[in-house]
């Protein structure tokens, strides 16, 4: 059973992977990424994070956590994963491109973890696309993914994380 991970200080609720991250940085068309220094998933981010908040403000741990607590968090590695970029302000504070390496997990559990956040929030939530961010550049806490349409919009190439391994 996959203990309560807690929500962070920016009202995010993250899931740990057990895995260990990537040892080394990866050169993937022409650019240059670094592995991520500790890998999860983001169940809920920041904006979701926050409405819950506003919602909950200090009973939030005890608005969400029996519904966590009920519910299979198995990760499903699938090594099938993707580049993304999308303009922003780098880690360095340039304006530029945000770039990273996501690999997409089996997670059932989030489409459950999120009907049933709605159901507080009185409006159905789109899922997030379950993801673990592995490499970054420009961005080392990764971009934010919260939904299919997102997604989508940028990619801009899928990837076969475990062949980058093997460079």
């Known amino acids: 059973m996959t203990g309560w991970p807690g929500?962070?200080?920016?009202?995010?609720l993250v899931l740990p992977?057990?895995?260990?991250?990537?040892?080394?940085p990866v050169d993937v068309f022409g650019r240059r990424f670094d592995p991520k220094d500790e890998?999860?998933?983001t169940l809920v981010g920041t904006a979701l994070g926050r409405e819950l908040?506003?919602?909950?403000?200090?009973?939030?741990?005890a608005a969400t956590r029996p519904a966590?607590?009920?519910?299979?968090w198995s990760i499903g590695r699938t090594g099938?994963?993707?580049?993304?970029?999308?303009?922003?302000?780098?880690?360095d504070g340039a304006r530029g491109t945000l770039a990273s390496i996501v690999e997409f997990v089996d997670l059932p559990a989030m489409a459950h973890f999120h009907r049933w956040l709605g159901g507080l929030v009185g409006r159905q939530l789109p899922v997030p696309p379950a993801h673990i961010t592995l490499y970054t550049d420009g961005c080392a806490?990764?971009?934010?993914?919260?939904?299919?349409?997102?997604l989508?919009?940028?990619?801009?190439a899928r990837i076969d994380v475990r062949a980058l391994a093997d460079r």
């Open 141 to 150: 806490k990764g971009i934010g993914i919260a939904t299919a349409r997102k």
């Open 17 to 24: 992977v057990g895995d260990a991250p990537p040892g080394a």
């Open 152 to 156: 989508r919009g940028i990619t801009r």
């Open 7 to 12: 929500w962070s200080e920016r009202d995010t």
């Open 53 to 61: 908040r506003s919602v909950f403000g200090t009973r939030l741990e």
């Open 80 to 91: 099938a994963g993707a580049l993304i970029e999308m303009p922003g302000r780098r880690d």
């Open 68 to 72: 966590f607590e009920v519910l299979d």
């Open 39 to 41: 890998l999860h998933v």
